[in-house]
């Protein structure tokens, strides 16, 4: 593969495609939608195919040479089973099950997978217009405009954790595993919400701990868990290995699985910069 670009030009050239995604999905969600159920039993609305079709559009122009590996692409068998050491991972509606019910807890999720690791994301929950970013070193939230335009940015970064850890799970796929988890911890405080907002509130230190002991494909949590190894997290298998991400992780399993997993905020990383006290709007009531 030739030379590519910084990680600061890529984080760029992804920032306006997720905009633009999320854009559409709330275009859709006004104009009315039908959902459908795919072979796995999972929904899927023409505000998932759209969005993609944005997504792939933009990455494709501009990293012509570097695969990508899409939830509906390979819903449809199109995407590559095989991508080497450098590779987009994209979700285009991460909560469709939220975003059906009139939820607003959904997200775009870009990320580019380097070695194993998630390097680069971009999280946009586009019904609270709040886009998350992530590269090494840099982490930020940017709040959008109602033509979802950047209007605001703050750095962010995970909290130091402290008694009751704050323990954020699922909203639609719980697990008894994860509940067995969670009351092992003894005394802690709970929130729920869907898609991978769950890793931004810990990125954002607002939680401590995302346990997950159920079934998610990298898609899923590679953008997520980009913007939180970024703001000073990690996210760890149950065996206590870094996860990592490409074809082949779970044996038996679709090349694209997760293993069960604890993404977790303040484990001697960095902490939260003073200011960064934005609240997740796409939270309230979780």
Same mark, same amino acid.
């Given at each position: 593969?030739?030379?590519l670009?910084d990680?600061?030009?890529?984080?760029?050239a992804?920032?306006?495609?997720?905009?633009?995604?999320g854009?559409?999905i709330v275009?859709?969600a006004?104009?009315g939608?039908r959902?459908?159920?795919?072979?796995?039993?999972?929904?899927?609305?023409?505000?998932?195919?759209?969005?993609?079709a944005?997504?792939?559009?933009?990455?494709?122009?501009?990293?012509?040479a570097?695969p990508?590996?899409?939830?509906?692409e390979d819903?449809?068998?199109?995407?590559?089973r095989?991508?080497?050491?450098?590779?987009f991972?994209?979700?285009?509606?991460?909560g469709?099950r939220?975003f059906?019910?009139g939820?607003?807890?959904?997200?775009v999720?870009v990320?580019?997978v380097?070695?194993?690791?998630?390097v680069?994301g971009?999280v946009?929950a586009p019904?609270?217009?709040q886009?998350y970013?992530?590269?090494?070193?840099f982490?930020?939230?940017?709040?959008?405009?109602a033509?979802?335009?950047?209007?605001?940015?703050?750095?962010?970064?995970?909290?130091?954790?402290?008694?009751?850890?704050?323990?954020?799970?699922?909203?639609?796929?719980?697990?008894?595993?994860?509940?067995?988890?969670?009351?092992r911890l003894?005394?802690?405080?709970?929130?729920?919400?869907?898609?991978s907002?769950?890793?931004c509130?810990?990125a &954002? *230190?607002k $939680?401590?701990?995302?346990?997950r002991? #159920?079934? @998610?494909?990298?898609? +899923?949590?590679a &953008? *997520?868990? $980009?913007?939180l190894?970024?703001?000073? #997290?990690? @996210?760890?298998?149950? +065996?206590?290995?870094?996860?990592?991400?490409g074809?082949?992780?779970v044996?038996g399993d679709?090349p694209?699985?997760?293993?069960h997993?604890?993404?977790?905020?303040?484990?001697g990383?960095?902490?939260?910069?003073?200011?960064?006290d934005?609240?997740?709007?796409?939270?309230d009531?979780?």
């Amino acid at each position: 593969m030739t030379s590519l670009p910084d990680d600061r030009i890529i984080l760029s050239a992804i920032e306006p495609l997720v905009l633009d995604a999320g854009r559409r999905i709330v275009e859709i969600a006004s104009e009315g939608f039908r959902a459908e159920i795919k072979a796995d039993e999972s929904p899927v609305t023409r505000a998932d195919r759209e969005a993609e079709a944005i997504l792939l559009s933009g990455l494709r122009r501009q990293f012509h040479a570097i695969p990508i590996v899409a939830e509906e692409e390979d819903s449809a068998g199109l995407a590559p089973r095989e991508t080497g050491d450098v590779f987009f991972l994209v979700d285009p509606l991460d909560g469709t099950r939220e975003f059906v019910r009139g939820g607003d807890d959904y997200t775009v999720n870009v990320a580019l997978v380097r070695g194993g690791v998630p390097v680069v994301g971009a999280v946009y929950a586009p019904a609270c217009r709040q886009l998350y970013l992530g590269r090494p070193g840099f982490a930020e939230l940017v709040e959008a405009d109602a033509g979802h335009r950047p209007l605001a940015r703050r750095g962010i970064g995970v909290r130091q954790p402290s008694a009751p850890l704050i323990v954020v799970a699922s909203r639609s796929h719980g697990s008894p595993a994860t509940e067995d988890y969670i009351a092992r911890l003894g005394s802690v405080e709970r929130t729920s919400i869907g898609s991978s907002l769950k890793f931004c509130l810990l990125a &954002a *230190g607002k $939680a401590d701990l995302y346990p997950r002991m #159920g079934r @998610t494909m990298q898609w +899923d949590t590679a &953008a *997520g868990d $980009a913007v939180l190894r970024a703001a000073g #997290g990690l @996210t760890r298998r149950l +065996d206590g290995a870094v996860l990592g991400y490409g074809a082949g992780t779970v044996a038996g399993d679709e090349p694209f699985a997760n293993p069960h997993f604890i993404a977790e905020g303040g484990h001697g990383g960095a902490a939260a910069p003073r200011g960064t006290d934005a609240a997740l709007a796409c939270s309230d009531g979780a």
